[in-house]
């Protein structure tokens, strides 16, 4: 079945500092990648969507400039957190869909948990 | 507005025992219903998905029933275990295309105790 590895599982920084968080398809090419954070007690929030090759499609509220997403290739996106703030830590999941085996569903990654100190 | 709605929010029940989870949906058009399991701290699993045409798919102890026409869906979980313990989370697909993006309940949090 389709696999998504989501690196690092979590992650603390200083504030004023940037986190990369790496989102990979292991079996199967994605074609989209969705970028999600999830605050306690509550359910996934939608941030970005993004097309591989093309640039990111973000949420109304999500400053595009502050969360950087990259899709370069159809096994890799990366979000990166710049000048993070204590209010930016939450649990960041990625989710990819594409084609391949078991990848036309919704596969999420396991998150990454982000504490700015 | 596209909205999906569980209950309850959160259940106890002793290990061994039987469950069901609800999930009210809004979202139209629609294209499949999913059930995830997000264990704590993890990424959710898909447990089950039903398109439009299905009324009931089962996996393992894990039983997802649809009815399309009241927008009402349910889990039913058999034979709880303690690894059970997680939210569960019911989630609409509206479109079929991969970029469509899909609508998150905000979940149950079921507990399983000895």
């Known amino acids: 079945g389709a696999v998504v590895s989501q690196h690092p599982s979590w992650v603390i920084c200083k504030s004023g500092t940037s986190v990369k968080i790496e989102c990979r398809s292991l079996d199967f090419q994605a074609t989209t990648m969705f970028w999600y954070r999830q605050f306690p007690k509550q359910s996934l929030m939608l941030m970005a969507t993004?097309?591989?090759?093309?640039?990111?499609?973000?949420e109304q509220g999500v400053e595009k400039d502050k969360f950087l997403i990259n899709h370069a290739s159809l096994t890799l996106s990366t979000l990166t957190v710049t000048s993070a703030h204590p209010e930016d830590s939450s649990f960041y999941i990625c989710?990819?869909?594409?084609?391949?085996?078991?990848?036309?569903?919704?596969?999420f990654g396991s998150g990454t948990r982000l504490t700015v100190v | 507005k596209n909205q999906v709605e569980q209950s309850p929010q959160s259940l106890i029940i002793l290990e061994g025992k039987n469950c069901t989870l609800q999930?009210?949906?809004?979202?139209?058009?629609?294209?499949?219903l999913r059930w995830y399991k997000q264990d704590t701290g993890r990424g959710p699993v898909s447990l089950t998905i039903?398109?439009?045409?299905?009324n009931t798919k089962s996996n393992g102890r894990y039983t997802a029933t649809l009815d399309a026409d009241t927008k009402q869906s349910s889990l039913h979980i058999t034979a709880s275990q303690l690894s059970d313990s997680a939210s569960y989370i019911c989630?609409?697909?509206?479109?079929?295309?991969?970029?469509?993006?899909?609508?998150f309940g905000t979940g149950t949090r079921l507990q399983v105790t000895l």
């Open positions: 993004s097309n591989e090759g093309s640039k990111a499609t973000y």
């Open positions: 999930c009210n949906y809004t979202v139209s058009p629609f294209s499949n």
């Open positions: 039903m398109t439009f045409s299905e």
């Open positions: 989630v609409v697909n509206p479109h079929t295309g991969t970029a469509s993006k899909l609508t």
């Open positions: 989710s990819a869909r594409g084609v391949g085996s078991g990848g036309s569903g919704y596969t």
